[in-house]
T-cell receptor, first 112, second 114 residues
Framework: DAEITQSPRHKITETGRQVTLACHQT?????MFWYRQDLGHGLRLIHY???????NKGEVSDGYSVSRSNTEDLPLTLESAASSQTSVYFC???????????FGPGTRLTVL | GNSVTQMEGPVTLSEEAFLTINCTYT??????LFWYVQYPGEGLQLLLK?????DKGSNKGFEATYRKETTSFHLEKGSVQVSDSAVYFC?????????????FGTGTRLTVIP
């Protein structure tokens, strides 16, 4: 079955370190998204991509970057982790614009 | 701009009780509306959706009707089960603004007790 996976599922890191969270989908969806989930905020968009070599900033993009070198993967990088980036991160993909998004299981990141 | 306001939680109900979780939205044009559910330790799953006014989305006994006149998309279920315990998110997608991302409410935690 096609699916969307994230790794690692849990990560603890230190302030200032670079961290990369992986997202991989096997649906061949063009559209991929990264959200963070925090209490009192729901989910907020970090970055998104509509296809290979396309990346766009979302609502809370500061301190994060993404790259899209193929259809299946959209890794999220925290250039220099900060305690404010402690959160649960969700990746999602959709087949068409304005279509249902399908979510991965999430990565819980703790920055000490 | 686009935003979603949903009922604060947590909500605790007895099994077989009636559930309503309120959701209202602000958007230009005609967004699509969604309810997602997040079970403990899992990612979000689409529960139901509606893409135009007066549409009713339904799934697993849950229903929500897209009401443009009241800008609402309230989630209802006639008889909840313990297995419905989860966090429920209302969301909108407004492709008319050029951003094809979802705008989420803050989530409502539902606990159903036997």
């Amino acid at each position: 079955d096609a699916e969307i996976t994230q790794s690692p599922r849990h990560k603890i890191t230190e302030t200032g370190r670079q961290v990369t969270l992986a997202c991989h989908q096997t649906w061949n969806h063009n559209n991929m998204f990264w959200y963070r989930q925090d209490l009192g905020h729901g989910l907020r968009l970090i970055h998104y991509s509509y296809g290979v070599q396309d990346t766009n900033k979302g609502e809370v993009s500061d301190g994060y970057s993404v790259s899209r070198s193929n259809t299946e993967d959209l890794p999220l990088t925290l250039e220099s982790a900060a305690s404010s980036q402690t959160s649960v991160y969700f990746c999602a993909s959709s087949p068409q614009l304005a279509d249902t998004q399908y979510f991965g299981p999430g990565t819980r990141l703790t920055v000490l | 701009g686009n935003s979603v306001t949903q009922m604060e939680g947590p909500v605790t109900l007895s099994e077989e009780a009636f559930l309503t979780i309120n959701c209202t939205y602000t958007a230009t044009g005609y967004p699509s509306l969604f309810w997602y559910v997040q079970y403990p330790g899992e990612g979000l799953q689409l529960l139901l959706k509606a893409t135009k006014a007066d549409d009713k989305g339904s799934n697993k006994g849950f229903e929500a009707t897209y009401r443009k006149e009241t800008t609402s998309f309230h989630l209802e279920k006639g008889s909840v089960q313990v297995s419905d315990s989860a966090v429920y998110f209302c969301a909108l997608l407004n492709d008319q603004t050029g951003a094809n991302n979802l705008f989420f409410g803050t989530g409502t935690r539902l606990t159903v007790i036997p």
